[in-house]
Structure formats: C-alpha cells, structure tokens
C-alpha cells in the first residue's frame, strides 16, 4: 500500500508516497507529544491564535496552486475547488478570530464560586476523507490548535500532495514541528496511534463501518471520539413551495462535488402527484444540460468520479435499483471516454424493498419520490438509518419549520440545499455519527472544561 496521485480526469498515476515505518510514527509522536506538554498548552491563546490566522493568510495567496491540487488528485470541477480553498481558510480565520472569546473561563451564575476553564487535553489524532481534502483538515486543525492541541492528521491515500501541502502552511505559518504533524500511514498504524495513551482524542470523517471501528477501539482505551459518517440527506418540497426554485437548488445540492459529498441532496421528495410529475419533468430538463467533462474546463458542471472502484460501485448501485423494479429516468451509463465520469442520474419507483431505498448514493445519482400528504413526506425523509443533513422546501416559513422540527437529522435547510459555514455547527444523529465540527461547539468537543471552584 502507498499513498499515490491518481488523476481521476485520466486514469493515471501521477506521483506516490512510501508509508511511513513504525519508527517513524513513533518518533512523530513522541515530538508531538512533548510539543504539546512543553510548549503549545503553554503558550497564550492568542499567540497560537496569531498562526492559525497566519496560515488562513497563506492559503488565501495561493489558492489557486492550492485549488489545482484538488482538481488533479479528485477531479473537482476547479470552481469548487477554489471556494473549498476559500471556505478553509474562512474555518481557520473564524477560530484564529474567536478563540480567545470561546476560550475564556465561565462563571456559573447559579454556583458562586464557580466557573469552567477551558484546558487543551493532548494529541489529538485526525482520520480524514478524499471528497473535501482541505475543508475536513480546517475543520480539525483550526479549533484544535487555537485550543492548545496538537494534530496528527492521516488524510486518505489518494490525496497525498493535498495532505503535504495543507502541513506546509502551519510550517510556514510559523508553527514549531510537532505541532500539526502530517502521516502517511497504514490502517494498523492508525490502530496503535489509538491505543497509544498519549492521544487522548480521536476524529473521523468516513463510512459507517470505518467509524465503527474506530470508536471501538477508542472506546476500549476510553477516549473521546467524533464521528461525521455517511448521509442520505432528503429534499421535501412541500405543497406550497416554488418548484422552479426547488428543482434548481437540488440539482446544485445533487451535483456539487459530483455528488460525492456525505450532505449533497440524494433523496427528493415532493407532496403531491402532479406537482411531482412537474419537478421530475424539470429534474429531466436541468439534468440535461449539465456537462460533465475535464474538472479544469470551466464550461464542466460535474468533473469525474474520483476513482474506477468508486465508478464501478455507483454502476452496481444503478444497476441492482433496475433489478429491483426502479426505473432510471435520466442517465446511468459510464461516459466513454479516458477517466472515471459518470451520466447524472435520475432514479424512481423505489420501493421500500429496493436496495438503493436505505443505501448512500455517493456520486451525482439523485432518488426521486412523490408522496400524497406531508406526513408520508416526513415518515420517508426519515425512513433511513442516516441522519446527517436535509432541507426543506416551502412558502410558508413557520411551517416549513415546523415540518423541519419533525426530520431525524443534525441539520435543516429550509429553501436551500445544504451548505456550511464555520459559524454554523456540523454533525449528524442515528448512524451519521456524533459530535459536532465548526462553531463554538467544535472547540469544545476536545478540551477540558474544568471545574474551578472557590470556597466561600
């Protein structure tokens, strides 16, 4: 096993990395370790503050050497690429911003006497995706580090240069090594980093049964765990919203990413028989249009799949909801030509018992329902395992949010596809995971908040 370039546009392999041996590992964290004890921790919030905006500053002057790196190692259409490098560097500013103010002791009004302090807790192990390789990277180092933590991250193996170049702003930035420390590393490496007693917090964005695993063995060595797993996020458009503007934010929230995103839009579900038969006529119509081709072509809406497994996968997914009676309405077919790319796809009449009904579609293959009342919409928005992300459609606000009280999901856009900012907390319910990522809850998932308390 390696870590290694594979351009998804081409099929070929451009560059690889060794692994890392377990001396190395050992020795990175033992510098991360003592990095920790003898000087992060120690330093005062806004120093570390000062190199985490540092860093935010570096990205921004170089976002587009660092959008390319994107685009080659998973094919992202380059205009997504860029706002992911702007939406990193917006995390990493926010915290650098806000640190001092989430961090300050707080007095508890009803226990004079009393207050929390915020205290960093130690090395704090980051195991992290392909589909957003800087965002995921912010969305740890940025609250952690400001919070007087340090990182190891392991980033996935298909986008080594990513990972190298996000380590290199912290170096730059000013950052003493051991304080954000990249690995290249094996699964099992991964397992004797949580076993070791010097990491005292573990992160993953990933599957179900990666997320599994890992709070297993956390959980075995008492250790603190977030989980962001997989989606199967629901679109309910409701009676009264404008369906034009319905059908264009899904098929954004379908295509983003080419779809390969945990909160894209992959379930639509509209209230009533002839309004559906509309949205899916506008579905067809949009799908259409779409180009799909080379991510550096700014004329691409979807670039490719990010790998020939990942393709074959979501051919197989296509494939088993037609053998199970569904009926592909738009696209399914592999696009002829070098690379991984896929036709967007529209799928319908799945029943419960069709497998596509529970599974997570990780690529542009949008599943569409029409139901006759709200409450068959609401009853198969959360008629999944996943709860991650959702929207809501409609013209009336208060009862868009009512309907929005009743999903089984983290988060709620209501007229909108999902979308995130670093001020906005991050997470999932049911087997999307646990914890929470950005916001003020983010900083607090990995520190202690220590009881001080004077006698009277």
């Not at 990493?92 to 226990?111: M, S, T, V």
């Not at 207050?115 to 980051?126: A, F, K, N, T, Y």
């Not at 912290?170 to 397992?191: D, I, K, M, R, W």
């Not at 934010?249 to 894209?264: H, P």
Request: proline share 5%.
């Amino acid at each position: 096993m390696s870590f290694q370039t594979l351009n998804p546009a081409t099929g070929k392999v451009v560059k690889e990395f060794p692994l890392q041996s377990d001396q190395d590992i050992a020795r990175l964290l033992e510098v991360a370790d003592d990095r920790f004890r003898s000087d992060w921790r120690l330093r005062p919030v806004a120093e570390r503050a000062r190199v985490v905006a540092r860093a935010a500053q570096i990205l921004r002057a170089r976002r587009e050497e660092y959008a390319d790196l994107i685009t080659l190692e998973m094919g992202r259409v380059r205009a997504f690429s860029l706002s992911e490098v702007d939406l990193a560097a917006n995390i990493l500013d926010y915290y650098a911003r806000k640190a001092e103010e989430f961090l300050q002791p707080k007095a508890i009004p009803e226990a004079p006497g009393c207050s929390l302090v915020m205290e960093p807790i130690g090395v704090i192990l980051g195991i992290e995706p392909w589909n957003f390789p800087y965002y995921q990277l912010a969305r740890v180092a940025g609250p952690q580090l400001v919070a007087g933590n340090v990182v190891m991250i392991k980033h996935a193996e298909n986008v080594p240069q990513c990972a190298l170049a996000f380590a290199r702003l912290f170096e730059e930035a000013g950052a003493p090594p051991g304080v954000y420390t990249n690995l290249f590393c094996s699964v099992e490496q991964v397992g004797a980093l949580i076993d070791d007693f010097r990491v005292r917090g573990v992160t993953l964005t990933g599957s179900e049964r990666a997320g599994a695993a890992v709070a297993q063995r956390a959980g075995a060595n008492l250790k603190k765990v977030v989980l962001e797993l997989g989606g199967s996020d629901p679109a309910i458009v409701l009676e009264d919203a404008d369906l034009a503007f319905a059908v264009d934010q899904c098929v954004i929230g379908r295509i983003v990413n080419a779809g390969q995103t945990c909160v894209a839009t992959k379930r639509l579900i509209v209230v009533g028989r002839e309004r559906g038969e509309q949205v899916l006529s506008r579905l067809i119509d949009k799908f259409s249009m779409l180009t799909v081709g080379d991510p550096m072509d700014p004329k691409s809406a979807i670039g490719p799949i990010v790998s020939e497994r990942a393709l074959h996968g979501l051919l197989d997914q296509i494939e088993g909801a037609k053998n199970a009676g569904a009926r592909v309405v738009f696209g399914g077919r592999q696009i002829d030509r070098p690379g991984f790319y896929l036709e967007p796809t529209i799928i319908t009449d799945i029943a419960p018992e069709n497998p596509l009904y529970q599974q997570e579609a990780f690529g542009p293959v949008l599943s569409f329902y029409v139901v006759d009342t709200e409450e068959e919409a609401v009853a198969l928005a959360n008629a999944t395992k996943y709860g991650l992300g959702s929207s809501v459609f409609g013209s009336d606000i208060e009862h868009a949010k009512k309907v929005a009280e009743k999903i089984e999901a983290g988060m709620v856009c209501i007229n909108s596809y999902f979308h995130t900012s670093p001020e906005a907390p991050f997470g999932g319910v049911k087997n999307s995971g646990f914890g929470r990522e950005l916001s003020e809850l983010g900083i607090k998932e990995f520190v202690n908040q220590k009881l001080v308390r004077i006698a009277a």
